[in-house]
């Protein structure tokens, strides 16, 4: 049996696609063809596809939200998992639960109708928990480790753990998941406060962001890492490439020149990455000169 059949075995079979064109899966509108893509809707669907990956020795990645992603022109090998259908929100007492599936913005959102605050930056991170996860995302309010407690995972042995903060050691921008292993939801810590307060300085900020960054043409945003002890938008405009990492009203050249490719797509949507590669690969050797080598592309 492939490992097509042995997934849809395993799965319900119309949760198992072959030869899925992923470009119109990111925000970025671009990349090739996965050879297959599977859904899963419960920790059992990850157990089995981590099982059958590691039989069948394919690889495993994960697919979000498709935020602060680059699918390459010649697709992806092996598997493509889609973690969408672990998606809730659970809180009880000062701990929310939240499936790697959900967006963050949406666990915020379920945070504040319950009447609970302490983790508004994921509200302004475009993407699902899974990926804030690995990833320790965050923004200048505060980074997923202020509030993590313990994430659940499927490793590439197909054996779930439950991981605490000082298991992971997540550092900037590294959120310590072990290689191989698929997120399947974490454990946050939130508390009582004035949601109303929260809710609305989250709306202010997405306000400006809209006004300041160049969220309706196909992009992933600021991409670079900051750098120790620096910005990462100081050494931006120091390269005079402000306009790729901070898009400020008025002043989008930069940004624009690097999407002029990605506005080249074809009936389906999709077009070539490599041109936009060769771009950014141009503007990052700019700024690991302005950084003194301390460049970070995440």
Request: hydrophobic share 40%.
């Amino acid at each position: 049996m492939n490992l097509a059949d042995a997934l849809r075995s395993a799965i319900e079979p119309d949760r198992v696609r072959e030869q899925v064109p992923l470009a119109q899966s990111t925000t970025l509108k671009a990349g090739g063809t996965a050879d297959l893509v599977v859904s899963a809707h419960s920790v059992g669907d990850v157990v089995a596809v981590q099982r059958l990956a590691s039989l069948h020795g394919a690889p495993v990645a994960v697919l979000g939200a498709g935020s602060n992603l680059i699918v390459a022109d010649d697709g992806v090998r092996g598997i493509v998992l889609r973690v969408d259908g672990l998606a809730w929100t659970d809180i009880d007492g000062d701990l929310a639960t939240i499936g790697a599936g959900t967006m963050n913005a949406h666990a915020v959102r379920a945070m504040h109708k319950a009447g609970y605050v302490g983790a508004e930056f994921l509200a302004l991170v475009p993407g699902q928990f899974g990926g804030s996860v690995a990833m320790n995302a965050g923004t200048r309010w505060g980074e997923l480790s202020d509030v993590l407690d313990a994430v659940t995972i499927v490793t590439a042995a197909a054996e779930v753990q439950r991981l605490t903060l000082g298991d992971l050691k997540p550092a900037y921008r590294h959120g310590g998941v072990p290689v191989g292993a698929v997120v399947v939801s974490g454990v946050i810590r939130v508390e009582r406060g004035d949601a109303a307060t929260a809710r609305e300085r989250v709306r202010e900020e997405k306000r400006y962001r809209g006004q300041t960054q160049p969220y309706q043409e196909p992009c992933f945003g600021s991409s670079f890492a900051n750098p120790p002890g620096d910005a990462a938008g100081r050494l931006i405009e120091a390269v005079g490439a402000q306009g790729v990492a901070l898009g400020r009203r008025g002043d989008q050249r930069e940004a624009r020149e690097l999407h002029r490719e990605l506005e080249r797509r074809d009936r389906a949507g999709s077009c070539r990455i490599d041109g936009v590669g060769a771009q950014v690969r141009s503007r990052r050797n700019r700024y690991r000169a302005a950084s003194g080598g301390s460049c970070v592309w995440v």
